[in-house]
T-cell receptor, first 110, second 113 residues
Framework: DAGITQSPRHKVTETGTPVTLRCHQT?????MYWYRQDPGHGLRLIHY???????DKGEVSDGYSVSRSKTEDFLLTLESATSSQTSVYFC?????????FGQGTRLTVV | QKEVEQDPGPLSVPEGAIVSLNCTYS??????FMWYRQYSRKGPELLMY????GNKEDGRFTAQVDKSSKYISLFIRDSQPSDSATYLC?????????????FGAGTRLTVKP
């Protein structure tokens, strides 16, 4: 698993509440990514980071923000969760030319 | 229209069968084509990637790319129950550019003993 840990693994939250998902890597890889995976859509990039405090938007960034204050941690925040954000969220790191994915966080917004 | 189209299946085959998984795409800038395997409740893992058109073989797996038709395939020979997973195609214009990678929706494969 290339030393990637996502937390929590499962979460149920109410509409309108803020939610933060954490991705932690045990090595010092520069590039980190947040994806969401939904039936019929595959994986879609939400945000990515190319270094501490360096982040940029992906394909589906609306409603999400990220922060990277340390190389090893990349946080994804849903400022005010909506039912459309119910999904499985994957963190990934880029090691040379290959992306390694975490185990995923299953988020349900009710 | 999605940039990458992939038949979601599900696909069920007997052990030992040859499996063909396919994707089509619309962006002619794509040059790198990848196949990921994803077991249930796990993250995707890279199976193999190819550059531009042509074939690439790795054990029981063969990836084919036809850029003129914007069509890619993954063949699995002598399929095993352990091959049961969802297979995702992905593509990008630069090998090191994970930011613009586009994924197919995934095809769920079951290989029955």
């Amino acid at each position: 698993d290339a030393g990637i840990t996502q937390s929590p693994r499962h979460k149920v939250t109410e509409t309108g509440t803020p939610v933060t998902l954490r991705c932690h890597q045990t090595e010092n890889h520069r590039y980190m990514y947040w994806y969401r995976q939904d039936p019929g859509h595959g994986l879609r990039l939400i945000h990515y980071s190319y270094g501490v405090k360096d982040t940029d938007k992906g394909e589906v960034s609306d409603g999400y923000s990220v922060s990277r204050s340390k190389t090893e941690d990349f946080l994804l925040t849903l400022e005010s969760a909506t039912s459309s954000q119910t999904s499985v969220y994957f963190c990934a790191i880029l090691v040379n030319t290959e992306a390694f994915f975490g185990q995923g966080t299953r988020l349900t917004v009710v | 229209q999605k940039e990458v189209e992939q038949d979601p299946g599900p696909l069920s085959v007997p052990e030992g069968a040859i499996v063909s998984l396919n994707c089509t795409y619309s962006n002619s800038a794509f040059q790198y084509f990848m196949w990921y395997r994803q077991y249930s409740r796990k993250g995707p893992e890279l199976l193999m990637y190819t550059y531009s058109s042509g074939n690439k073989e790795d054990g029981r797996f063969t990836a084919q790319v036809d850029k003129s038709s914007k069509y890619i395939s993954l063949f699995i020979r002598d399929s095993q129950p352990s091959d049961s997973a969802t297979y995702l195609c992905a593509m990008s214009d630069y090998l090191y550019n994970n930011n613009d990678m586009r994924f197919g929706a995934g095809t769920r494969l079951t290989v029955k003993p």
